[in-house]
């Protein structure tokens, strides 16, 4: 049991999951790519739950991406009305656990009646404090820093900012992530290792775990493993391994 072996006082505090394989755990069990999207939802459901259980407080899950749009309409519609019941079912129980959900993303794509169940559930937990998830939803990182160049760019010109004014801290407060810390660690599942447009300048340093598990058989099991293998390591931030140690 991994579970146990966690160290408490040393959970990430931001957890961020690329949510991949869907579509070959169905195919390995001849069924059709949308029954893998669907138990994808109920492994989404067991991670949080195993989220909230050892205290991390933000958790990020890569949902749909800008490049998904391109896929066959079909999956593209089976995938927003499963948002939308995900939503219809699970927003009592965020409610009931205290959890806030998020979204980063350009929302504004999504079709009218997925875009309006989102918003309702995002107004209804804006309250909740234990956990944060973030959805990203019609989310690319490309697609994220350009805006905040032409954000930028427009208040520089409107005499609002002043180009020497440009740093760390101020570019990713013009980021949708500006109210949440960077990922302590980055999960990608079904064997892929590549990031895929997600988060590219929040990730800069941190630690990224690549599974073989199709996202359907990530469960709580799987996810404190990973949480185990990412206390394993030392994060040096460039310093050395002597000079953290001086430190503590
Ligand atoms: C991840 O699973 C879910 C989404 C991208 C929406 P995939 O649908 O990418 O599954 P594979 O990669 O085809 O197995
Ligand atoms: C990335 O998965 C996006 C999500 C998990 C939502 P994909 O399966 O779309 O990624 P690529 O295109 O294979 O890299
Ligand atoms: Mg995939």
Redesign the pocket.
């Known amino acids: 049991m991994f579970k146990e072996q966690i160290d408490k006082t040393r959970v990430p505090q931001h957890v961020a999951i690329i ?7 169905a195919k390995e069990r001849g069924l059709d ?1 949308i029954f ?2 669907k138990e ?1 939802a109920a492994a989404f459901s067991d991670v949080t739950e195993a989220a909230v259980e050892i205290g991390v407080k933000y958790l990020t899950a890569y ?3 800008t490049e ?1 749009w391109n896929r066959p309409q079909a999956e593209v519609e089976a ?1 927003m009305s499963l948002l939308v019941s995900t939503i219809e079912k699970e927003t009592e129980k965020l409610l009931k656990n205290d959890i806030r959900l998020c979204c980063i993303g350009d929302i504004k794509r999504l079709p009218k009646p997925v875009f309006d169940k989102l918003n309702g559930c995002l107004e209804r937990t804006a309250h909740c404090k234990r956990m944060t998830i973030i959805l990203a939803l019609s989310y690319s990182s490309k697609w994220e820093i350009l805006e905040a160049v032409k954000n930028i760019a427009n208040d520089v010109k409107d005499n609002k900012l002043s180009a020497e004014k440009i740093d760390d801290e101020l570019f990713s407060s013009y980021l949708n992530t500006k109210n949440f810390p960077d990922p302590d660690l980055l999960i990608r599942t ?1 064997g892929e290792t590549r990031i895929s447009n997600f988060l590219l300048w929040q990730i800069a340093y941190s630690e990224l775990y690549f599974t073989n598990t ?2 359907p058989d990530f469960r709580k099991e799987q996810f404190f493993e990973a949480i185990c293998d990412y206390q394993k390591r030392e994060r040096r931030f460039g310093k050395t391994s002597e000079q953290l140690k001086t430190e503590i």
């Open positions: 949510m991949d394989g869907n579509g070959r755990w790519r893998g999207h994808g949902a749909f991406s998904n995938l079904s199709n996202w």
